[in-house]
T-cell receptor, first 113, second 111 residues
Framework: DAGVIQSPRHEVTEMGQEVTLRCKPI?????LFWYRQTMMRGLELLIY????????DSGMPEDRFSAKMPNASFSTLKIQPSEPRDSAVYFC???????????FGPGTRLLVL | QKEVEQDPGPLSVPEGAIVSLNCTYS??????FMWYRQYSRKGPELLMY????GNKEDGRFTAQVDKSSKYISLFIRDSQPSDSATYLC???????????FGAGTTVTVRA
């Protein structure tokens, strides 16, 4: 299996622009997680889905952030409008049902200027 | 107060030494304990997980949980330069897929 796939791997954008991050989970996994990692705050869960349905979005920082999972093999995290403080590494992870066994993707490094 | 506290280090040890990493947590409701390893510019990868107090071994790695003290540890025996990475502890409640991560401890094993 190819593992969790994320795109783009790097994104540089200007403040106010819309940013869309993409994730393809491991085939057969029914849980999908979006995390953000910064030096200041560490690794934080933003939102997670089960069978394409958002279960907990309490970690989403603001209304500027939104996430969707239109099908079992694709999810997006959108930031509109982006701000410099959104600069971070965003990880997607998936799981087949064991809460302890989440498999992480390589991450998207976002820099908002 | 953060749900889980972890000393960020950094920690530098010579090859062959035992590496000892620790985390403390604040709520006894946490029942699942995990250690992830993260190499530079990569995603975290699961090393070990456990549900109960006591020790769990996997090769050179031992995870230890003391629920009474709310204290978890990871020991790496015979450390190798390839063990150089950031190690993150993570905890979760039973039937809750939300993981709370420690800050991560950066370890360097010197050849």
């Amino acid at each position: 299996d190819a593992g969790v796939i994320q795109s783009p791997r790097h994104e540089v954008t200007e403040m106010g622009q819309e940013v869309t991050l993409r994730c393809k989970p491991i085939s057969g996994h029914d849980y999908l997680f979006w995390y953000r990692q910064t030096m200041m705050r560490g690794l934080e869960l933003l939102i997670y889905f089960n069978n394409n349905v958002p279960i907990d979005d309490s970690g989403m920082p603001e209304d500027r952030f939104s996430a969707k999972m239109p099908n079992a093999s694709f999810s997006t995290l959108k930031i509109q409008p982006s701000e410099p403080r959104d600069s971070a590494v965003y990880f997607c992870a998936s799981s087949s049902g064991g809460q302890e066994t989440q498999y992480f993707g390589p991450g998207t490094r976002l820099l908002v200027l | 107060q953060k749900e889980v506290e972890q000393d960020p280090g950094p920690l530098s040890v010579p090859e062959g030494a035992i590496v000892s990493l620790n985390c403390t947590y604040s709520n006894s409701a946490f029942q699942y304990f995990m250690w992830y390893r993260q190499y530079s510019r990569k995603g975290p990868e699961l090393l070990m997980y456990t549900y109960s107090s006591g020790n769990k071994e996997d090769g050179r790695f031992t995870a230890q949980v003391d629920k009474s003290s709310k204290y978890i540890s990871l020991f790496i025996r015979d450390s190798q330069p390839s063990d150089s990475a950031t190690y993150l502890c993570a905890i979760s409640r039973s039937n809750d897929y939300k993981l709370s991560f420690g800050a991560g401890t950066t370890v360097t094993v010197r050849a």
